[in-house]
């Protein structure tokens, strides 16, 4: 039997509306997730414009509502997480252990932000009598989302914190993963964060809880400065909006760190004039992570490579869901990563437009969709 949900649905103009979603009862290897809270970040906004209607949403958390035919390890009522990467566990890359860029499911790899395999059968979401496809083969801003049993994770803590989890599925793991899994950083070294928005406000607790023994935010926004102190920077640097490629900055991270520069230097602000950036912080033999996913022609200083510093775009912080989403849970239970603060404002669905507008005005750390 079918159900409406309240959702948000992209026209693919630059626009949405709240509507209903009609979904239908989970197929083979599929589960209907209620949503409980679903975080929000800029890809929701660029989803207005995909050409296409959608639901949108990719980052949240809820309860099972029903399950289909051939699931075995998961029953209604459980809590989960949702994860938009969604791995086969068969081809190449996830057997190599990069789940993150699976070659079958994931919809950036795979799909181009498109259906793939790791999306429920598409008819099962209709809207205005057409099937209607969601965002990152979730969507979960509405009341449910239909998935895949891989897009989900199922969490035992007893009384979760749906707000806080909601953002684990996204932002934080990017930020997090980055720094843990794809960087490695290594206790007592130092770290240089540009951008303090959501994501890199992750990248500096990730640090923190690695160990790093310096960990400098570097931000145009002296508030921003400020909630870096309070996620784990030890120092903190006002760029100039001026300084072209924050090369005035660079000098300052050298002067700090003995000369030489940063072991690791994280980009997170997403724009493209900085893309190279990162590398003019570290150190001969230092890591520069492009964290922020710039997809733009740029040019580079090849000299800024020098000597032997490795730079890398890691995908979702090389998220392994199962893996990684209960240890995010555990340290957030512990302490150590701060969701709660995270967590700026809380809106209803039908504030979209408002949780948007601030969203792009920067007003939030990170917006969160709730649920009743």
């Given at each position: 039997m079918s159900i409406q949900s309240k959702s948000a649905v992209a026209k693919g103009d630059g626009t949405f509306i709240i509507t209903n979603v009609t979904v239908a009862e989970p197929k083979a290897g599929e589960l209907l997730v209620k949503i409980k809270a679903a975080g929000l970040c800029h890809t929701d906004y660029d989803s207005l414009t995909w050409g296409k209607p959608i639901v949108m949403g990719h980052e949240g958390a809820g309860i099972i509502e029903k399950v289909g035919p051939e699931i075995k390890d998961l029953k209604v009522g459980d809590q989960v997480l949702l994860n938009w990467a969604t791995p086969c566990l068969s081809c190449f890359q996830c057997q190599e252990g990069n789940q993150h860029i699976c070659e079958n499911n994931s919809p950036v790899v795979a799909g181009g932000n498109g259906h793939t395999p790791g999306h429920a059968h598409l008819e099962g979401s209709q809207w205005e009598g057409k099937p209607i496809e969601r965002s990152f083969n979730l969507g979960t801003l509405s009341e449910y989302a239909l998935v895949k049993e891989s897009a989900v994770v199922k969490i035992e803590e007893e009384n979760l914190n749906f707000s806080a989890a909601s953002i684990i599925s996204c932002g934080v793991m990017t930020g997090y993963g980055s720094v843990v899994n794809s960087a490695k950083l290594a206790a007592g070294s130092s770290a240089v964060i540009l951008g303090c928005g959501g994501v890199g406000l992750n990248v500096i607790n990730a640090c923190e809880i690695s160990?790093?023994?310096r960990i400098?935010?570097?931000d145009i926004n002296p508030n921003k400065l400020e909630l870096a102190k309070q996620f784990g920077a030890?120092?903190?640097i006002l760029?100039?909006?001026?300084?072209?490629?924050l090369a005035n900055v660079a000098e300052q991270v050298k002067t700090m760190l003995g000369g030489r520069g940063a072991d690791y230097?994280?980009?997170?602000?997403?724009?493209?004039?900085?893309g190279a950036a990162p590398l003019a912080m570290i150190r001969n033999a230092g890591t520069a992570v492009q964290v922020s996913g710039i997809e733009e022609d740029i040019t580079i200083d090849m000299r800024l490579f020098e000597w032997d510093k490795i730079y890398i775009n890691p995908l979702y912080g090389k998220c392994r869901p199962?893996?990684?989403?209960?240890?995010?849970?555990?340290?957030?239970?512990?302490g150590d990563l701060k969701l709660d603060e995270m967590i700026t404002k809380e809106y209803k669905l039908d504030d979209l437009q408002l949780a948007l507008d601030d969203m792009l005005a920067g007003k939030n750390a990170k917006g969160v969709i709730v649920f009743d």
């Open positions: 160990g790093a023994g400098i935010a570097v030890t120092d903190v760029a100039d909006k001026a300084d072209v490629g230097a994280f980009e997170c602000t997403a724009i493209p004039a900085l199962q893996i990684d989403f209960p240890k995010l849970v555990r340290l957030y239970k512990k």
